[in-house]
Antibody
Framework: QVQLKESGPGLVQPSQTLSLTCTVA????????VHWVRQPPGKGLEWMGV???????RYNSALKSRLSISKDTSKSQVFLKMNSLQTEDTATYYC????????????WGQGASVTVSS | AIVLNQSPSSIIASQGEKVTITCRAS???????LHWYQQKPGAFPKLVIY???YRASGVPSRFSGSGSGTSYSFTISRVEAEDVATYYC?????????FGSGTKLEIK
């Protein structure tokens, strides 16, 4: 059964770094890509970046200077790190699987809610 | 970046009614790279239509998609109460892989 689950701190202070983990099951990170997508409260979806099955990455240029995505294939985990957080980074953060067909995200995690506040 | 303009932003429909959502891209996209997602209230997004017109696994046949170039559409042939959700188009053609702004579907 394909599963993705995000985990991380629910509260981050302004200017600090956000670290999130996406733990996957039912598929291998050597065969599938994983995207990160976020959604501010009451707003739409924003694509953040992707780590390819090969380990390469691609980021949204709007976030590129602050964002890093990596993975540990042996642990079936994908990591997101974003620094210099501000209140506008408050959002639900999702990881989603892409089987390599045109960035189509066919399975999603339930999301991790992150609030940036002092 | 490719901007996806979705319209309308909201729809109020009666059960059994046909609804259509339009997604217009600021640059031409291969039809292979245009997808639609459904996000029910309080839930994560779910893939409904991929590559313009292919239904994802388990998606009822009342959902369909069409289009090419810069103009795409998503249709629910007969709306049911369980279809209440926000629908998003998304392009996977060029970085960043943008989403439309969403269309909120409500039932009368």
């Amino acid at each position: 059964q394909v599963q993705l689950k995000e985990s991380g701190p629910g509260l981050v202070q302004p200017s600090q770094t956000l670290s999130l983990t996406c733990t996957v099951a039912g598929f291998s990170l050597t065969s599938y890509n994983v995207h990160w997508v976020r959604q501010p409260p009451g707003k739409g979806l924003e694509w953040m970046g992707v780590i390819w099955n090969t380990g390469g990455t691609r980021y949204n240029s709007a976030l590129k200077s602050r964002l890093s995505i990596s993975k540990d294939t042996s642990k079936s985990q994908v990591f997101l790190k974003m620094n210099s957080l501000q209140t506008e980074d408050t959002a639900t953060y999702y990881c989603a699987r892409d089987r390599g067909i045109a960035a189509m995200m066919d399975a999603w995690g339930q999301g991790a809610s992150v609030t940036v506040s002092s | 970046a490719i901007v996806l303009n979705q319209s309308p932003s909201s729809i109020i429909a009666s059960q059994g009614e046909k609804v259509t959502i339009t997604c217009r891209a600021s640059s031409s996209i291969s039809s292979n790279y245009l997808h639609w997602y459904q996000q029910k209230p309080g839930a994560f997004p779910k893939l409904v239509i991929y590559s313009t017109s292919y239904r994802a696994s388990g998606v009822p046949s009342r959902f369909s998609g069409s289009g090419s170039g810069t103009s795409y559409s998503f249709t629910i042939s007969r709306v049911e109460a369980e279809d209440v959700a926000t629908y998003y188009c998304q392009q996977g053609s060029s970085n960043p892989f943008t989403f439309g702004s969403g269309t909120k579907l409500e039932i009368k």
